[in-house]
């Protein structure tokens, strides 16, 4: 069965540095691994997706994402942050097959400080 | 503006009780889901339905029951409340069956449920 662990549950960062959150998956079958982020009082937003091809994802927001099957990681990451980016944001990851529900981590909420 | 709309934003209602969520997919979605999130269990997929058709069910409790009209609009019915019921329940649709696992799902705002 797929799962997803997001390591630190809370990560804080200052105003123009790097993010990195960090996402492992289990997965039987290659995995199609998804960050949405949450907003307070808001539903989820789609970050980026990977499904096939191309390792590294570019998404909205100036964030991407490197699938490394080798790690069964799919980190997150921002080269500068900035206040707004404040919420949030859960890896998932798709069984696929016969259903398209989604499995998420248990979040990390990203605080950045002026 | 993911274009799913939820209905109502809020809900505070007694144990033993049954209340009806409501949501509306985005136009053209046929492929509904229902998620539940709460502070011990995380989100969780409930329930999935295709065109009016129930196509995957995940943690959903006998207590709760789903379906998904003709117009595509879906109603989540949760019965006999309990405390432990007090989650944040998303919608989400995309286009299609989601086959492959590829298809963006599109959340809607959230139903809070409070039960007292």
């Known amino acids: 069965a797929q799962s997803v662990t997001q390591l630190g549950s809370h990560v804080s960062v200052s105003e123009g540095a790097l993010v990195l959150l960090r996402c492992n998956y289990s997965s039987s079958v290659p995995p199609y691994l998804f960050w949405y982020v949450q907003y307070p009082n808001q539903g989820l937003q789609l970050l980026l997706k990977y499904t096939t091809g191309a390792t590294l994802v570019k998404g909205i927001n100036g964030f991407e994402a490197e699938f490394k099957k080798s790690e069964t990681s799919f980190h997150l990451t921002k080269p500068s942050a900035h206040m707004s980016d404040a919420a949030e944001y859960f890896c998932?990851?798709?069984?696929?097959?016969?259903?398209?529900?989604?499995?998420f981590g248990t979040g990390t909420l990203l605080a950045v400080q002026p | 503006d993911s274009g799913v709309t939820q209905t109502p934003k809020h809900l505070i209602t007694a144990t033993g009780q049954r209340v009806t969520l409501r949501c509306s997919p985005r136009?053209?979605?046929?492929?509904v889901y229902w998620y539940q999130q709460s502070l011990d269990q995380g989100l969780q997929f409930l329930i999935q339905y295709y065109n009016g058709e129930e196509r995957a069910k995940g943690n959903i409790l006998e207590r709760f029951s789903a379906q998904q009209f003709p117009d595509l609009h879906s109603e989540l019915n949760l019965s006999s409340l309990e405390l432990g019921d007090s989650a944040l329940y998303f919608c989400a649709s995309s286009v299609g069956l989601g086959l492959a696992g590829q298809e963006t799902q599109y959340f809607g705002p959230g139903t809070r449920l409070l039960v007292l």
């Open positions: 998932a990851v798709s069984e696929g097959g016969a259903t398209n529900k989604l499995i």
């Open positions: 136009s053209g979605d046929l492929s």
